[in-house]
């Protein structure tokens, strides 16, 4: 299957700083990508849709000036978590679609391995 | 909005036995449910779906059942294996040109040897 490659893996970071999170599809073109947030033994909340090439669509109640959300090409989108707080600890993963698929398959995600932020 | 119901939240089977997880939706217009399988620490991995005009889809020992009327899919893995233990998610959505995924609760599956 296509490969999303998702990195860091982990960071640790002080509370005040901000992280950047990048997503990247390997091998194929992501006109969309969408972060998750989870946290532990939980299941996987939407976050925000991240759109190549125009502004992202966040859920409701996550913070667009939180959360920042930059997909400036094909096969990169960022979520930078912005002076981080102990409570933004999470694991975050990001998935995209293949848009190049050929229909059915083009409605598949692929994840990426996720992040596990820890905000000290 | 779609809400995806998942039990159980927890199964332990015997390696070797069969295990079924089971989710129920809202949402009729939803017509695309995958699976997902996620092993600790790592992001989740699509193991099978099905859409809504099959009402079944096999790949070896995994297996998806669909009932559109009843609003209910469920996972089957027959002769369960230990590395088989991880978390399974459901997930519905209304398919191409809508991908947003709802997800279920998750169930931990144990595989015990």
């Known amino acids: 299957g296509a490969v999303v490659s998702q990195h860091p893996s982990w960071v640790i970071c002080k509370s005040g700083t901000s992280v950047k999170i990048e997503c990247r599809s390997l091998?194929?073109?992501?006109?969309?990508m969408f972060w998750y947030r989870q946290f532990p033994k939980q299941s996987l909340m939407l976050m925000a849709t991240s759109n190549e090439g125009s502004k992202a669509t966040y859920e409701q109640g996550v913070e667009k000036d939180k959360f920042l959300i930059n997909h400036a090409s094909l096969t990169l989108s960022t979520l930078t978590v912005t002076s981080a707080h102990p409570e933004d600890s999470s694991f975050y993963i990001c998935?995209?679609?293949?848009?190049?698929?050929?229909?059915?398959?083009?409605?598949?995600?692929?994840f990426g391995s996720g992040t596990q932020l820890s905000v000290l | 909005g779609e809400n995806v119901e998942q039990h159980p939240s927890t199964l332990s089977v015997q390696e070797g036995d069969s295990a079924v997880i089971k989710c129920t939706y809202s949402d009729s217009a939803s017509n695309y449910f995958p699976w997902y399988k996620q092993e600790l620490g790592k992001g989740p991995q699509l193991i099978i779906d099905i859409r809504s005009n099959v009402g079944e889809k096999k790949d070896q020992r995994i297996a998806v059942t669909l009932n559109k009327t009843a609003k209910h899919f469920s996972l089957h893995i027959t002769e369960t294996q230990p590395e088989d233990s991880a978390v399974y998610f459901c997930a519905a959505s209304k398919g191409f040109g809508n991908e947003k995924l709802t997800f279920g609760t998750g169930t931990r599956l144990t595989i015990i040897p």
């Open positions: 998935s995209a679609r293949d848009r190049q698929g050929i229909f059915p398959t083009n409605e598949k995600l692929f």
């Open positions: 091998d194929f073109q992501a006109t969309t």
